[in-house]
């Protein structure tokens, strides 16, 4: 793809997810005039109607959540592809996303009624296990791909057996449903107040991915090739892991777990815009913001009851990975 196709392609996706954003607004149970949002969203309408707290308080909250995970979700996705060497590569590769939703989990079942301490204990058990990857492969005295892909399913493993001990030990009542709809995934008790500490933590991340997105080209190729450019592979690869890390650790803190994201994005990007992460990596944080804002408005104006977003990402990312998967495999042939 040339440079003209290239920017026609970035600019055709943020126009989506500009007319993604707005419609956004208007999707949901309870209905809002476009004239009367634009009143509240210059502030001339009443700060006490209903109408108000919805717009600012619920809607406009979600849907710049949605975008911010949808993004990080898949730009982790793409740098964990690239650094790992591994098209299989996803976001819960070494093992952050069951150690968040433990962390969430053990929140819910010792503060049911502290949603802040959650967020605490998901993010923070996210971070460890980072640490704990790193940890598995000095202990071998090994930092290759291999040992850290290994560590990661070790440190994925335990806290996953750990998530299903608290479900056993959880109340039926109250405590294990709260649980279990969390782990699907949802974003429907996000605040602004989430959005103050979750975006600039986001924005800061996603500036190292982007400043560094030239160098996944190299990491992608080997640590060989990486040494030959005159890069220190195993610091940089310190570096990224630790930067997707912290992006799917706080998506799983703000958001549960949300699946399939991370994995199936970075592979359309690579149809639209090919292997290069210098284009790959805006390409694919663009098309995952609006992906997960367009499966969040599915699953809260679908049904009655709102749709757990994991349910559907997987519903809708799976099919769209096996065409990906076929089409591959037919262009390999040919």
């Known amino acids: 793809m040339n440079i003209k196709k290239y920017r026609k ?6 126009i989506i997810t500009i007319m993604s954003l707005i419609s956004s607004i208007f999707i949901g149970r309870f209905k809002l005039g476009i004239k009367e949002t634009l009143k509240y969203l210059f ?16 809607r406009i909250p979600r849907i710049v959540m949605a975008l ?46 502290s949603f802040l301490i959650n967020c605490i204990f998901s993010f923070c058990f996210g971070i ?38 608290i479900k056993y030990v959880a109340d039926t009542e109250e405590t294990l ?82 699946g399939w994201v991370g994995l199936v994005i970075p592979h359309l990007a690579r149809t639209l815009v090919g292997y290069n992460h210098g284009r790959l990596v805006p390409c694919a944080g663009i098309l995952g913001g609006v992906f997960l804002l367009i499966i969040d408005n599915i699953a809260r104006s679908v049904g009655y009851a709102e749709i757990p977003i994991g349910m559907l990402t997987a519903f809708i990312g799976a099919p769209i990975f096996m065409v990906l998967f076929i089409r591959g495999g037919k262009e390999n042939e040919s």
């Open 43 to 58: 502030g001339n309408g009443d700060p006490n109607d209903i109408k108000t707290s919805v717009l600012f308080d619920i």
């Open 177 to 258: 449903p709260a649980i279990t709809f969390w782990l699907m995934g949802s974003f429907s008790s996000i605040s602004r107040e989430q959005l103050l500490y979750a975006i600039p933590l986001y924005i800061i991340n996603f500036g190292i991915i982007y400043l560094l997105r030239w160098k996944l080209n190299i990491m992608s190729l080997g640590d060989e090739e990486a040494i030959v450019a005159n890069i220190d592979p195993k610091k940089l690869r310190a570096i990224l892991l630790t930067t997707a890390s912290i992006i799917v650790s706080l998506s799983v803190t703000v958001a549960g777990v949300v």
């Open 128 to 165: 460890l296990s980072i640490f704990l990857v790193f940890m598995i492969t000095k202990f071998k005295r090994s930092d290759d791909i291999l040992s850290m892909v290994l560590s990661g399913m070790i440190v994925g493993s335990v806290f996953m057996s750990l998530i299903a001990i």
């Open 68 to 113: 911010f995970v949808g993004t990080g979700l898949s730009l982790a996705g793409t740098t964990y592809q690239a650094v790992l060497m591994n098209p299989l590569a996803s976001p819960d590769v070494l093992g952050t996303s069951s150690a968040a939703a433990f962390g969430a989990s053990l929140g819910i079942l010792l503060f049911p009624n």
């Open 9 to 14: 392609l970035i600019l055709t996706l943020i």
